[in-house]
């Protein structure tokens, strides 16, 4: 089982809704990681926090908005989705310099 | 320059023979070659690694060869077995400076009983 968990597993949204995806990991990682990935297709990163800042924005558009509370915990807000924007929602951890780790993913349905 | 091309597409093989998948880099500043397994609606997981000090590396069934020369590294499964049906990735990074993974676009492996 993985040491990363997601929440939720599956999420169903119109455009106009505001939902979060949420990931924990207890590993002690102090990187973690944001990815958008469809069907047949690699991971894209979207987002990293390293220390709990964010250090890396892959010109994600703004309706995507990442939080890092604290070092255990990341989210991912969403507002305003597009149907296009349906994908698996991994989020991953690692040390800084260290070995990725994935969550199982949050699938995203925008209608 | 920053790209992993990663053959073939997709690849049937028969229980108990061997898979290989191949991927190629240009940035002779990668230093690290991870290799994902990812089953349907899961995430991907680490399957297996190499740097580029050394030229294999084998865990159980699972090896990785890697030419520095020729920029390429590959990954050979042994016994293939229908449970290794799977997409596999392989990726590359410059890991001493935390470098973002750039990943393969993945290979749908099929094993038949």
């Known amino acids: 089982d993985t040491e990363v968990t997601q929440t939720p597993k599956h999420l169903v949204m119109g455009m106009t809704n505001k939902k979060s995806l949420k990931c924990e990991q207890h590993m002690g990682h102090r990187a973690m990681y944001w990815y958008k990935q469809k069907a047949k297709k690699p991971p894209e990163l979207m987002f990293v926090y390293s220390y709990e800042k964010l250090s890396i924005n892959e010109s994600v558009p703004s309706r995507f908005s990442p939080e890092c509370p604290n070092s255990s915990l990341l989210n991912l807000h969403l507002h305003a989705l597009q149907p296009e924007d349906s994908a698996l929602y991994l989020c991953?951890?690692?040390?800084?310099?260290?070995?990725?780790?994935f969550g199982e993913g949050s699938r995203l349905t925008v209608l | 320059q920053q790209q992993v091309k990663q053959s073939p597409q997709s690849l049937i093989v028969q229980k108990g023979g061997i898979s290989i998948i191949n991927c190629a880099y240009e940035?002779?500043?990668?230093?690290?070659f991870p290799w994902y397994q990812q089953f349907p609606g899961k995430g991907p997981a680490l399957l297996i690694a190499i740097r580029p000090d050394v030229s294999e590396k084998k865990e159980g069934r699972f090896t990785i060869s890697f030419n520095k020369s020729a920029k390429q590294f590959s990954l050979h499964i042994m016994d293939s077995q229908p449970g290794d049906s799977a997409t596999y990735f392989c990726a590359a990074s410059i890991k001493v400076r935390g470098g973002k993974l750039i990943f393969g676009q993945g290979t749908e492996l099929s094993v038949k009983p």
């Open positions: 991953a951890s690692s040390q800084p310099v260290g070995e990725l780790f």
């Open positions: 940035n002779t500043a990668f230093d690290y």
